[in-house]
């Protein structure tokens, strides 16, 4: 069950920029990619947090400084109020013990000479007080069968199963720690249509069974929907608007999420009435010089002359982040409302 009174996880202000350098021996700085650029949210426990947006928006860049694979340049990730980029040794060890990560790809994410029971038990060589050397075995079996495979499975290798079956042993091996948190990148997208929704069903099931807290990312954002509580559109580094599924998929305020959204397929011809399909023209600016202003101006439907001076900061709001305040779905944009009242509408 969600509780939105506990963020289990506070990111707040959170920076990643790659440098960028020239030359082989003499390396010159000549600017950075700017990845993630001031993010702000906070995952409370129990909840599914759907992180959305289009390819290079950061994503994967939160991701993985979520898991600790990945430093920030600056800001924080607070776990249960710690700070987990100053912490070290045993405390560093835990953290990282609780918030595990799904990939991608379980094609190439699991390694093909391992046997999927080594896969799995991997995580308990680093933990081994989780799982002492004598009862690895049957803990792996016993996640073979919560993730719904046969645990006579254990001494199979990857190529022997399907692609679904391979995401399940990497939710397997997320789990073998016992997480409260999955970091889940893109956990179906590799996926066929029929089988990704028996992964986010099994997903869900898993998620009510050990009581964890997921931050869901993907660019697919039917599947975002019916699996997050709340969503966080990104774009360009930046957070355009956090709020419930509802608020976002229902009553989307910022120009950018309206845009995406339009694009969603609609399968019933009757809710298809009346909906316009926003076109975002132009390319997405290079992170490692996006444009000063206004970020979402180069594909926004609403932007004026002054976007492109205005809004420099389009970091959500500290005060409006987070759990179960009065506001739970902030507009980045400052002129999104009063441009919708003005009748500004798609082209
Ligand atoms: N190690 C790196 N060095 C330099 N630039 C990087 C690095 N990792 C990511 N980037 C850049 O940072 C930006 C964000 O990348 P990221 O992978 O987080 O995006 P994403 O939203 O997950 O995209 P996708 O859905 O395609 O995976 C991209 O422009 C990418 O090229």
């Known amino acids: 069950m969600t509780d939105p009174s506990e963020a289990i996880l506070q990111v707040r202000d959170l920076v990643k920029h790659y440098p960028l350098t020239q030359g082989i021996i003499f390396r010159k700085h000549v600017g950075a990619v700017q990845a993630v650029d001031g993010v702000s949210f906070d995952l409370n426990r129990g909840e599914t947090l759907g992180i959305v947006g289009e390819s290079g928006c950061g994503k994967s860049t939160v991701a993985k400084m979520l898991v600790n694979l990945e430093q920030p340049t600056s800001g924080q990730i607070l776990y249960k109020g710690d700070d987990i980029s100053k912490l070290s040794g045993r405390a560093l060890r835990a953290v990282r013990r609780n918030i ?7 094609y190439t994410s699991l390694n093909p000479r391992m046997t999927v029971g080594d896969i799995i038990g991997e995580p308990y060589d680093i933990h081994p007080e989780v799982a002492p050397k004598g009862s ?19 001494n199979r290798y990857p190529h022997q199963f399907s692609g679904g079956q391979r995401q399940r042993i990497g939710i397997a091996r997320g789990l073998a720690l016992r997480p409260e948190i999955i970091v889940a990148d893109e956990p179906v997208s590799a996926l066929d249509v029929s089988v990704q929704a028996q992964v986010v069903n099994l997903l869900e099931r898993l998620q009510d069974e050990f009581g964890l807290s997921y931050a869901f990312i993907a660019h697919d954002l039917s599947v975002v929907r019916h699996i997050s509580d709340r969503v ?12 419930t ?13 309206q845009a995406l959204l339009s694009a969603v397929p609609v399968p019933d011809p009757e809710a298809r009435e009346g909906r316009a399909r ?17 970020r979402f101006r180069t594909r926004c439907w609403k932007a004026q002359a002054r976007c492109a001076a205005e809004v420099p900061q389009l970091a959500v709001p500290e005060h409006l ?13 400052f002129f999104a409302e009063d441009m919708a009242a003005a009748g500004h509408s798609a082209p």
Do not use: W
């Open 232 to 243: 966080a559109v990104m774009y360009l580094g930046r957070l355009a608007e956090l709020g």
């Open 100 to 106: 595990q990560m799904v990939f991608q790809d379980p």
């Open 136 to 154: 690895r075995r049957a803990k792996v079996q016993e996640l073979l069968d919560v993730v719904g495979l046969n645990p006579e499975y254990i």
């Open 245 to 257: 599924d509802t608020e976002i998929y229902d009553h989307p305020t910022h120009p950018y999420t």
């Open 321 to 333: 982040v987070g759990a179960g305040g009065p506001v739970e779905h902030p507009s980045a944009c």
């Open 278 to 294: 926003i076109i975002l023209s132009g390319d997405v600016p290079s992170p490692a010089d996006p444009p000063s202003g206004c």
